[in-house]
């Protein structure tokens, strides 16, 4: 473990990126109690410019709502939305990938051909499609970009297990007489589990890049605000009220550059291969 | 061999690794000398420092990471180390030649033959077109390929790995540089194909008059071809000499426990019969592999075993050996049921025959036939401890934790490890101590069969001897049978009660070992105890006793 934090502390950036997304999360976590109002009421007049009135640093929109509220608050929106939809992409992706590469023959012909399947679809066109036939909600959200998500977490989950089943430490392992199930999760998982990871990682990015564009899109969940509605919302005033937008599209730059540097750092603290070859 | 001209001198050479490293310098304070007309080998274990050697020779260290220090490398009136790249680019190739341990990936796959040779001229800028085919043609010629005015057109994949390494030669050899640089360059390759090499080698090395310096592991090797001899040992050569000195009279202490390590090849004394009960009993078994079947490429049948029949009784060692690709994995493998045989039956004990059992029915036999495998680093996972990874199949078969932990710490203490390497992971132990792990983890159900798989073809030589007596050791202990699988004649003449000496998925010869090795039947059995290298040579006494008593030590 140490060793982990020693390798990942040598990627400065993603030091950086793991201070931010903590100040992200402590944001999401503290806006109840920063902004115990909801987001949608009407506090101030409208159009009120950053930094001229106290307590509204970040001014307010078209109607008179608090931005700073706005940006709390869609930080927990975007931070679920990007969370669970991975975990969900995961546990679908993970299962059949682990299952197509484990078993390979016929099972593994028909998981991909479905893996592929959805992977001909483009994403956010299927995404659009999902949400408006589901009404838009946070669980259609969610179920949304995980199911455009899982085909590449399959797919780097089969090909892993395909070089890892072969491996001699696994052969052992069906010598012993252990069953399918365990080397599945004991055996082979905990290898391929660094590559994944750094996958999910990134993932959560796209899912929040995603749940924007939904939201700017009107396609978001109409009780939430989030970061992409609120710039969605704004741009009709772009020229008038820069800061409508300016402000929820920093926050998403934020985050998603946060969660890429993480990616990064854990990708060269979980995969040191490149550092070891030196020796 | 008198006094010749230093073609190469090396002084006072010094590497530094990269902090982190298990020992600061890779290689320390070498010096040595490359005389024209003369075989140099280096011989030492992994970890040596002999490819670093090599590597820094001709400017391929991975800089800045891994970097000389000191010292000096004269070629020539010039100092290597000193020469800017360019410089050392226009000596690469045109007056040192390099050829690599794994001529499988060395060729680039899509470039034609002739092509890739042609490129040594292209990238010195020699020849014309039509005198590159032509020098193209002679080099083939002479390292032996066949049809050399054709052979120049096809790709690499056509190739075996004897004639690829052939190619990687004539490559080398295309400038007629003054220094051969060879690392390892026939480890990978089968014995007879090893000796055709050594052979174009030395052929080669005595028309051109050249100066090679030979890097490898295997004291039958440098008994083949070697003029001079220097050993490395953690980085520093610690003796140096004529191979007749080097081999005969060792003077080191390191050089006679190395020499004395490596098994003596000759017929081995008449072993008693083993009178055990038969517990396995092959018959007629058959495997066929069909590779790159697709909907409309009919696929390539390859027959992987053939009719193999053969029988191990309780206490016997039957080593099965053969040339890759000759079966014998495939054999072992379809018997601890890796594999589905395809044919024929796997009697276990006169009771069962394995080859008709699958998934639950299988189960419970499979505790009785374990199997230790090749590679120690590939062997155990990584991510888990090493009590843990032995007590794993007691734990398949029923047992509790605790129970499977105190076995395994018994386990650990019978293959001479500290019961607290339970605690320990994988990549905290050596080759041989994780294949000790290995044979451990086999033992953990109290097999009866004991299925080895080439056990010590990937441990350096003082190691596998003392694997190979480990693995003795716990047979006669534990009245074990022992099928071993091996490439290597020497160790199987050492190990072996019986041997089955396969080809081409087929047993062509089958009997006691001594019988096999002092009167072979076969063809093919008389040309693989011919390919063994330095088969000629007589380990001497000094050296066996310096190797018994470092195996006494450690007991």
């Known amino acids: 473990m140490r060793d982990f934090w020693k390798r990942f502390s040598r990627n400065k950036g993603a030091v950086i990126g793991l201070v931010i997304l903590f100040a992200v999360i402590a944001v999401a976590l503290a806006a109840p109690f920063l902004y115990p109002d909801s987001p949608w009421r009407m506090v101030q007049r409208p159009f009120l410019a950053p930094m001229t009135v106290e307590g509204f640093w970040f001014g307010t929109d078209t109607l008179g709502r608090d931005i700073g509220a706005g940006l709390a608050h869609g930080a927990r929106v975007s931070l679920l939305v990007g969370i669970v939809s991975t975990a969900v992409a995961l546990l679908v992706g993970v299962t059949l990938g682990a299952l197509a590469g484990y078993y390979g023959g016929l099972l593994d012909d028909a998981l991909m051909r479905f893996t592929e399947f959805f992977q001909t679809i483009p994403n956010f066109a299927l995404a659009i499609v999902l949400v408006a036939i589901f009404q838009p909600s946070l669980t259609s959200i969610v179920l949304a970009i995980a199911i455009v998500s899982w085909p590449p977490v399959a797919r780097l989950v089969r090909g892993e297990f395909l070089s890892l089943r072969s491996r001699e430490f696994v052969q052992a392992s069906v010598v012993i007489g252990q069953s399918n199930l365990r080397i599945i999760l004991t055996q082979i998982l905990p290898n391929a589990m660094s590559s994944v990871i750094v996958m999910a990682s990134l993932m959560v990015a796209t899912a929040i890049l995603l749940e924007s564009s939904l939201s700017f899109l009107g396609l978001g969940d109409p009780n939430q605000m989030s970061w992409g509605y609120m710039i969605g919302a704004a741009r009709t005033v772009l020229r008038q009220a820069w800061w409508m937008s300016f402000f929820p599209g920093v926050a998403i730059l934020l985050t998603v550059l946060a969660l890429n540097l993480v990616g990064e750092g854990l990708n060269d603290a979980l995969n040191p291969r490149l550092a070891r070859k030196g020796r | ?555």
């Open chain 2, 1 to 555: 061999m008198a006094a010749q001209e230093a073609l190469l001198r090396v002084e006072g050479l010094s590497v530094r690794l990269p902090s982190g490293a298990d020992r600061a310098l890779a290689v320390e304070e070498v010096s040595f000398e490359l005389r024209r007309g003369e075989i140099l080998c280096i011989v030492g274990e992994s970890g040596s420092g002999k490819s670093i050697t090599a590597n820094t020779i001709m400017g391929l260290l991975p800089r800045p990471y891994v970097e000389p220090v000191a010292g000096r490398i004269l070629f020539e009136g010039r100092d290597l180390l000193r020469e800017p790249e360019p410089a050392l680019r226009a000596l690469r190739g045109s007056r040192i030649g390099m050829i690599f341990q794994e001529p499988m990936t060395a060729l680039n796959p899509v470039l034609r033959i002739g092509e890739q040779i042609a490129e040594v001229f292209d990238a010195h800028g020699r020849l014309s077109k039509k005198g590159r085919r032509e020098r193209v043609r002679d080099l083939l010629a002479s390292v032996g390929l066949p049809d050399p005015d054709n052979l120049g057109d096809s790709y690499p994949f056509r190739l075996s790995g004897g004639q690829r390494q052939r190619v990687m030669i004539a490559m080398a050899l295309a400038l007629e540089p003054a220094i051969l640089i060879a690392d390892e360059p026939t480890t990978a390759l089968d014995v007879t194909t090893q000796a055709q090499i050594l052979d174009l080698i030395k052929h080669l090395q005595r028309e051109r008059d050249m100066g090679v310096m030979f890097i490898t592991h295997d004291f039958g090797v440098v008994a083949e071809i070697a003029d001079r001899v220097a050993v490395m040992q953690f980085g520093k050569i610690v003796e140096t000499g004529t191979a007749r000195q080097v081999l005969n009279d060792p003077q080191h202490d390191y050089t006679r426990r190395l020499v004395g390590s490596v098994p003596a090849f000759e017929p081995p004394p008449e072993r008693p019969r083993v009178e055990g009960e038969p517990i396995l009993k092959v018959e007629g078994l058959q495997k066929t592999y069909i590779t790159a079947r697709g909907l409309f490429t009919k696929g390539r049948r390859v027959s992987a075993a053939r009719d193999v029949s053969f029988e191990i009784r309780r206490g016997e060692t039957l080593g099965l050996v053969g040339e890759s690709g000759s079966g014998k994995s495939t054999v072992g493998r379809c018997i601890v049921r890796l594999l589905d045989a395809d044919g024929g039956a796997i009697r276990f004990r006169e009771e069962v025959d394995l080859n008709s059992l699958s998934g639950r029915k299988l189960a419970p036999y499979r505790r009785h036939v374990q199997m230790v495998f090749q590679d120690p680093y590939a062997s155990l996972n990584p991510r888990r401890k090493v009590g843990r990874i032995i007590a794993e199949g007691p734990m398949a078969h029923g047992a509790s934790w605790k129970e499977a932990m105190a076995r395994a710490r018994e386990l650990l203490a019978l293959v001479r490890l500290d019961p607290s390497a339970a605690e320990r992971y994988p990549h905290e132990f050596s080759g041989g101590q994780r294949q000790r792990i290995g044979i451990a983890r086999a033992l953990a159900l109290d097999p009866e069969l004991l299925v080895a798989d080439e056990p010590v073809s990937a441990l350096d030589v003082s190691v596998q001897a003392q694997v190979l007596d480990l693995l003795e050791e716990i047979k006669q202990r534990l009245k074990l049978a022992m099928l071993f699988i091996t490439h290597d004649l020497r160790v199987a003449a050492q190990i072996c009660d019986r041997v089955a000496v396969m080809q081409q998925g087929q047993i062509v010869e089958y009997g006691d070992t001594r019988r096999v090795f002092a009167e072979p039947q076969h063809a093919y059995t008389r040309s693989l105890l011919a390919a063994v290298p330095g088969k000629e040579w007589k380990i001497p006494e000094v050296a066996r006793q310096a190797a018994q008593k470092q195996k006494e030590s450690i007991a």
